[in-house]
């Protein structure tokens, strides 16, 4: 099983970026893939999750500015990021589970959010 992320990258506070997340397999084995960022020194947080039957689940700070959606003819499960914030400077990660925990990881994608 494999997680490739994309589309991170620097943009000004305000701004907006879409990440991707292919999986190798179909996204029907997963119970759910997510969205996951980690800072320097800090724990790693779920953004978004997406289940199989397409609900969704927002941290606190996603919600409103942030949505997740996945294709699944294509195997990607994508985060349109709006409305950028400097502290949503992260390593973005793309996971999935099959079960009720995630056991799969990509390698992450590096957002930096200026202000």
């Known amino acids: 099983v494999q997680l490739q992320a994309s589309g991170g990258g620097s943009v000004q506070a305000g701004g907006s970026l879409r990440l991707s997340c292919v999986a190798s397999d179909s996204l029907f084995i997963y119970n759910g893939v997510g969205w996951y960022r980690q800072t320097t020194g800090e724990q790693r947080d779920m953004v978004a999750e997406?289940?199989?039957?397409?609900?969704?689940n927002y941290a606190d700070f996603a919600k409103g500015r942030f949505t997740i959606s996945k294709d699944n003819d294509k195997n990607t499960v994508d985060l349109q990021m709006n409305s950028l914030k400097p502290e949503d400077t992260a390593v973005y990660y793309c996971a999935a589970g099959r079960a009720t925990s995630y056991d799969y990881w990509g390698q992450g994608t590096l957002v930096t959010v200026s202000s």
């Open positions: 997406i289940t199989r039957d397409g609900s969704t």
